[in-house]
Structures are given as C-alpha cells and as structure tokens.
C-alpha cells in the first residue's frame, strides 16, 4: 500500500515548507506540454441508449447549449469593490478571523483600504484558478472522449468539451474585460491536472476531473453566486453552474457502474488518487499567489491557515460539500477498511458524507431551459 510520502510526496500532509516549496515558478511560460499515456479507443458498439442515464444527459446536454458572446449582456459596468463587499458581508475578515486575532498574525494592522485590496486579489486569483481549471477541464473531457470505451460517454464527453470551452471563454473575458487580468496557475493546481492528464486508466481522469475538480468548482460557484448581486457575473455562474452540474452527474453515473467491477486493490488505489486531489486542492486554497501580491509573509500566512482550528474552517470545508457524498455514492469512503473515511476526517470533511450527493441535482440547474421558457421560446 501507499504511503503518504508515494501518495503526496512528503510523508507529513501538513508539512509547511513542503506545501510553501511547491510554487510556480514558470509564470511567464505560454505553452505547457504534459506526456498523456492513455489509448485513444473505438467502439464498434454503436447502441446509443445502452446506458440510459448517460444517453439522458446527453439529450439533455443538446438542448442546454448557451453562448457566451449572445447570452450574457458584456455591455455591463463592472465595480469589483462592490462585488468584494458583497463577498465579505458584515465580516470583512471572513475566513481570516481566527488569525488576524493570532498574536504572530501578519494581518493585524489591516485596515479598510487593505481589506478591500485583499479582497480584490483573492477575487481575481479565485477566477483565474476557474480559469485554469476550466481549461483543464476542456483538455480532460476531450482526454475523455478518446478513452472512455462506452459510445454513451463519448457523444456525453462531446457536449462536455464544448460546455467547457465556452467556460475558459467566459471566464477569461470577464477577467480580462471587467477585472484587471489574470493570475498565473497555482502550483498545486497545476500538479493535480498534470497528474489527471497523465493517468492512464480512462477512469482517472473522471475521478480527479469529474468527481473531484468540478464537484469543487460546483460548490465554490454556488457560494459566490449566491453572494453577488453582480448581474453578469451572476448569471455567468449560473449558466456555467448548470453546465456544471451535468459535468459532475456524468462524473458519478460512470464510474458508479465502473468501480462496481473493481477488486479492492483497484479500488484502494481510486481512493489514494481522490485524497491526492483533495490535498491538492486545500493546498490551492492557501493562496500563496495572493499573499505574495499583497505583500504580506506568505510563510506565516501559509502556516496559520494549516493551524486554524477546524471549527473555524467552515468556508474550506464547505468546498468538500459535494465531493464527498459522490465519493460515498461511489463505494470509495468504505472500501479498504475505510482508508478515505479516516483520510476524509483528518482533513476536517467527512461531515458531508449524507448530503445530497449530484447524481442527479443537474434536473434543478437548468438555467437555460429556465430562461427560455420564462422567454417564451
Ligand atoms: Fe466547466
Ligand atoms: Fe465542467
């Protein structure tokens, strides 16, 4: 079995200098290039509706096409001080509380205007992750439609790639158009899509993609969707939010009837893969990037987000809120002698496990359908 020095290359998950050593250094680089090992596969088994909950999707997923150019009005005035003050709310320290109240804290002296400016910042650099995560899950989901050997998946995954095109669209437009451009990908962030890309089982890239990228993207839209009032940033996250649910509700289809085959080796090594990602992507959440901009000690910062006591973690955990009940639905909390479950707990997560899990919750999101009928088309 794995040890967490093989899983996450360092043998403590809270190993600072390790977490502080993994930083992007190529910042200025155009082009990444990632070896994928995966065979490119055909079918010659053309039964479209075989599997009835993907095909679906798939017709749902036809029908559910917006544009990004047409749909959203970029004529919009943009003030990202009122969005970051909606964001906030009463609290302008938010998840910060427990260490701006630290004696060793480097946020103490923060004041209005830097509140307002890290505000901005953990903005900006939050879209940019989307961003970069949206388009690895272009990179994935066209990955997809080469590997996966069920023709359902591969017309899904076909809808999906164009789904999350327009998302890199949208998101860098608004970046570029509204905010002040875009941050550089987070190192962390970079590692796991890397990882997912390289696999080459077919269904890792669902896993880490599907279950684990998306279904935190999913829960971290609803958040700011529900905060802002910005109108286009608000009925962008709607529609990539709709989009979205269906991203994760293939996700879950899958591999439910996939992982059902696997012995418990295999399946031991699916949940070493779903931790990896999940460190990975608290590890993200630290936000060097922005502490480096702002000019605070990012090492300090680094170390007392890693020390905030778990009840003062709620926003970060919440982001888990959809990850884990799919990873329950698919069999992965309790197999191997509950090897996720204890993993889950001593990162703080396991709380949401009897949440709705989003096999179907894409039915509710249907923010296209919604509109044309409120529009009567
Ligand atoms: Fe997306
Ligand atoms: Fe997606």
Redesign the pocket.
Known sequence: MATDQDILDRADVNDLEAIIAIANTDVTEAIHTVEDNADAIFTWDYEKGARPALNKLYEKAKHAQWNGETDLDWSIDVDPEKIVDELQGANVAGPFQWIVDHPESPLKNFGDKEWTELGVESMNWRLSQFMHGEQG?LICTAKIVETVPWIDAKYYAST?VM??AR?VEVFAKYLQEKLTGFYPINAHLKMLLDDIVQDSRWDMTYLGMQIMV?GL?LAAFGFMYQLTEEPLLKKLLRYVMS??AR?VAFGVLSLKEYYAELSDVELRERQEFAFEAAVRMRDRFLQQEVWERMGVDGRQMVKLLLDTPPDQQIFQQMLFSKIVPNCKKLGLLDASDQWLRHRFEEIGVIQFEDWADTGEEYLEFDAVSQDRAEAGA
Do not use: K
């Open positions: 899950a999906q789904d999350e998302h998306e993207a989009d979205e991203h």
